[in-house]
């Protein structure tokens, strides 16, 4: 029996030897290698953490001592250490979660993967401990150092500062890397550090390298080096800036050196105040494939060879972010005033291209999508046209800016939102599902959603040509799949992509759900319903070609992969009434709840959001059964004799 297989929980630690802990490194990260080459997942930041984690749960005790990581995706370590071993499902229905989850374990206790909260959370933990009389427990907030670049974490730091009688641990994970290289001045501090000569030494082997340099070296090591001012002014040289705060610092240490890590961590537990824990660390490390890859080292992969690090995955059709990164590419060529800007996420937007022709006009400004948006309000008024490329889940965290300094002052700024609607295996935090009903309640805001690739470049360009307001383009994750042409285009932009002489049901499609659409009304065709299928392409404001649509029909079906709360199909019924057209909408999307892993095709069909389940209400509704009803058949129509409900289906 191996001894991560005797690992049930973090107490099975304190009976290892310092040397059974190195073999339990070595043992875990074989067994990561192992299992997420077979479900994909996040491998490089974990194989980065491995003597890390077991530190914190030998020195610590966990769930007494509460420990919070930021961001999530680099707990697989910890999950291994507290009983979860079967690494089958991860990421898949009913299978482990890629990021701490309550339900799974007492453990768990931050469920969010959106950077730069850990500090903010644990203050408030720390100081409900300390409230409540429960000053013996400890915090521990493991802290990547992309995380540093987050406005919250230095908003954090600066109450934390204020009050050094709580027991709170900050371990930063120092890699130099957060997806990518790690961006800004907080970046060029830490890396001065990992690359000087003396801790070149110490990475070798840490405590040897600090007892063979001296008593001084020996102090710097045990973390001496007081006031959280000797951590923070050397990369800012503005010593008075921090001369108020007051956290001890431990560092660096060798994060692969689990002597080290043991002895930085006690220290830190037994100081009974805030400390840093400053720990450098390789990403991938431990296997050849991760460490030799320049991009991300493996950051997150799909199904490899777990020998060579290869996808075993079958390439399919060009990814949505690859079109994007092309497109936008070429229009950067033929406009010097297009720039780029990212959040930590080059290679994930697709940016890097752009970014590899014309460096001095892509911007990664760091985990911090608020500042991206201000200061692209900046470039607009500056006279640039800024291209901000984002994450669909993160544009969230940026709302106000959107609001009140991009849409306020009319700045013509496009916001790329990848990874819209219904991601699958990472979860609730990383689903995309709220940019529509958020960004619509925004004053002069036009939203396209391309159904494929060839209207992806075409709306792009669109956007861009755009110079009185924001524009927001958003697809989904994955391939583009195939094409959908239009049977005619009407004047203001609406495909129209499939239409019928009955007047039966308009189906409204947003993006990619043209294809639900169209299997939709082939379904009710074979019924005995005309349906005709449009794609607003613009779908903020509402065109108003699609007004007139449904004054012709007796029923509008939106379909659209966000939340149906305040979403698209909620302002096309509003539009519709200020209109004067009294024709019943249905509003077809997500429910308005937090939506767990799985596929996309299974998240889906969980919330009835497929053309079986849809075709079936919708003909209920032609006939009178469901709500809302169809408007009643013209005089001149007496067709509904065709349609027939066998077993509570559409047949």
Avoid: C
Avoid at 78 to 98: I, N, V, W
Avoid at 272 to 294: L, S
Avoid at 522 to 532: C, D, E, K, N, P
Avoid at 557 to 564: F, K, L, Q, Y
Wanted: glycine letters at 10%; a negative charge; zero cysteines.
């Amino acid at each position: 029996m191996s001894l991560l297989e005797t690992i049930t929980g973090p107490r099975d630690l304190d009976r290892l030897s310092l040397d059974e802990l190195v073999q339990l490194a070595a043992e875990i990260r074989g067994f990561l290698v192992s299992e997420v080459s077979k479900t994909g997942g996040h491998l490089g930041p974990n194989l980065g953490v491995v003597e890390m984690t077991i530190a914190i749960h030998r020195v610590f005790e966990s769930p007494r001592d509460a420990i919070v990581f930021d961001t999530g995706h680099q707990s697989y370590v910890h999950k291994l250490l507290t009983g979860r071993q079967d690494f089958s499902g991860l990421r898949q229905q009913d299978g482990l979660a890629g990021y701490p989850q309550r339900s799974e374990s007492v453990h768990d206790i931050v469920e969010s993967s959106h950077a730069s909260s850990s500090l903010s959370w644990a203050d408030g933990i720390s100081r409900a401990f300390e409230m409540t009389g429960q000053s013996d427990r400890h915090v521990i907030a493991v802290v990547g150092d992309g995380a540093l670049t987050g406005g919250m974490t230095w908003e954090a730091l600066n109450n934390i500062s204020d009050d050094n009688t709580r027991r709170l641990i900050i371990v930063v994970n120092d890699n130099g890397r957060s997806y990518a290289p790690t961006i800004g001045g907080m970046a060029r501090f830490l890396n001065t550090v990992r690359t000087r000569s003396s801790y070149h030494a110490a990475y070798l082997s840490s405590r040897r390298a600090f007892d063979n340099m001296g008593a001084p070296a020996r102090a710097f090591f045990r973390g001496v080096r007081g006031g959280m001012h000797g951590f923070l002014a050397r990369f800012s040289n503005n010593e008075a800036l921090y001369s108020n705060l007051d956290i001890k610092y431990i560092g660096p240490v060798d994060g692969h050196d689990m002597e080290a890590m043991l002895e930085a961590l006690q220290q830190a537990k037994n100081y009974g105040a805030p400390v840093i824990v400053h720990t450098i660390t390789q990403k991938g490390k431990g296997y050849n494939p991760a460490m030799q890859d320049t991009a991300d080292q493996f950051h997150a992969v799909g199904q490899i060879d777990p020998e060579t690090g290869e996808s075993t995955e079958t390439p399919g059709a060009p990814s949505w972010t690859s079109v994007f990164a092309d497109e936008l590419l070429n229009l950067a060529t033929e406009n010097p005033r297009i720039v780029g800007i990212t959040a930590a996420m080059l290679r994930p937007t697709g940016l890097h291209r752009m970014a590899e022709r014309f460096p001095n006009r892509v911007h990664d400004v760091g985990i911090a999508e608020q500042h991206a948006v201000t200061s692209a309000a900046g470039l607009a008024f500056g006279g640039l046209h800024p291209v901000v490329a984002l994450y669909a889940t993160f544009i969230n965290r940026a709302f106000d800016q959107v609001l009140m300094d991009v849409a306020l002052h009319k700045a013509g700024v496009t916001f790329v939102l990848d990874r819209a609607g219904v991601t699958g295996p990472d979860g609730p935090s990383h689903h995309g599902i709220w940019d529509l009903a958020i960004l619509q309640v925004v004053p002069g805001i036009r939203l396209a959603a391309p159904r494929d690739s060839t209207r992806l470049r075409e709306e792009l360009g669109e956007a861009i040509a755009v110079e009185d307001g924001p524009t927001v383009l958003r697809f989904p994750k994955g391939s583009t799949g195939v094409e959908f042409d239009a049977v005619a285009r009407l004047d203001d932009g609406v495909d129209v992509l499939l239409e019928s002489t009955q007047k039966d049901v308009l189906i409204v499609t947003v993006g990619p759900m043209a294809a639900m659409g169209l299997d939709v009304a082939r379904r009710l065709s074979a019924q005995g319903i005309g349906a005709t299928v449009i794609d607003p392409r613009w779908v903020v404001p509402v065109p108003r070609s699609l007004i007139g649509l449904a004054a012709e029909h007796r029923l509008v079906v939106s379909i659209e992969d966000g939340i149906r709360v305040g979403g698209i199909g909620t302002r096309i019924r509003q539009d519709l009434r200020e209109a004067g057209v009294d024709t019943a909408v249905t509003e077809l999307g997500l429910p308005d709840e937090f939506l767990a892993h799985g596929t996309r095709a299974e998240i889906l069909e969980r919330v009835g959001l497929t053309p079986q389940h849809i075709a079936r209400d919708v003909v209920a509704m032609v006939l009178g059964s469901k709500l809302p009803h169809a408007r009643p058949l013209p005089a001149d129509r007496t067709d509904t004799g065709s349609i027939t409900m066998r077993g509570g289906r559409a047949e």
